[in-house]
Structures are given as C-alpha cells and as structure tokens.
Nanobody, 125 residues
Framework: QVQLVESGGGLVQPGGSLRLSCAAS????????IGWFRQAPGKEREGVSC????????YYADSVKGRFTISRDNAKNTMYLQMNSLKPEDTAVYYC??????????????????WGQGTQVTVSS
C-alpha cells in the first residue's frame, strides 16, 4: 500500500526556517517523480518543488527559488523540503506527492496521483 506521511510543519516567525519530511512506504521513492505542493486558503494547490524521475533534475517555483531546497534520502525512503527565509506568504498546507507514470519534470498537481495528508506551515510574528 502506497503511503506518504508529512511532518515538520508548525508556526515560525518571518525569516525563520523549517524542514518538512515526507516518509514513503509501499514503494521506492528513488524510482519516481516526487514533489512538494502547497495550498493556501482560497487558492489552488501549487507546485513548490519537484524532482524528475528521468534525470533527477529539480524544479522550483519562482516564489521559492534560493530559499527552499528539495532533497531525498534513499536509505530512509524519505524526501525533504528545507525552507529558509520564510515569509508570511509561504503560509499554507504543504503536501508531498508522487506518481508512478510521470516521466519528465512536471510539477503540476494534475500530474501526481499519490498524496500525503498535508502539514500546516504558518509564518507569522
């Protein structure tokens, strides 16, 4: 059974950092496209950062470039999102996702089938 479980969210002040984790089970994370998405109240779910299944290349949304870093630990079958210099506009529920058939570097929500339950990130003073 495919399962993704996020953790690491919380309340942080502007300028602070958080590291989100996504533990995968039921499949091998290294083989497939993986990504982090977020959804703020009243907004559509957007791709934050993704890793391509074909060549391991990474994608970052313009709004997070230079501040967020996606990574994975194959030994732990876990992916991460390191978030630095957080801003109030980063406040959202963050989800990890994967898809077994996606080839390429898409980071659009419609291309991902398996999702975690989400973890809340709130950036506020």
């Amino acid at each position: 059974q495919v399962q993704l479980v996020e953790s690491g969210g919380g309340l942080v002040q502007p300028g602070g950092s958080l590291r989100l984790s996504c533990a995968a089970s039921g499949f091998t994370l290294d083989y497939y496209a993986i990504g982090w998405f977020r959804q703020a109240p009243g907004k559509e779910r957007e791709g934050v950062s993704c890793i391509s299944s074909s060549d391991g290349s990474t994608y970052y949304a313009d709004s997070v470039k230079g501040r967020f870093t996606i990574s994975r630990d194959n030994a732990k079958n876990t992916m991460y999102l390191q978030m630095n210099s957080l801003k109030p506009e980063d406040t959202a529920v963050y989800y990890c996702a994967t898809d077994f058939f996606l080839v390429g570097s898409s980071c659009h929500r419609n291309d991902y089938y398996y999702w975690g339950q989400g973890t809340q990130v709130t950036v506020s003073s």
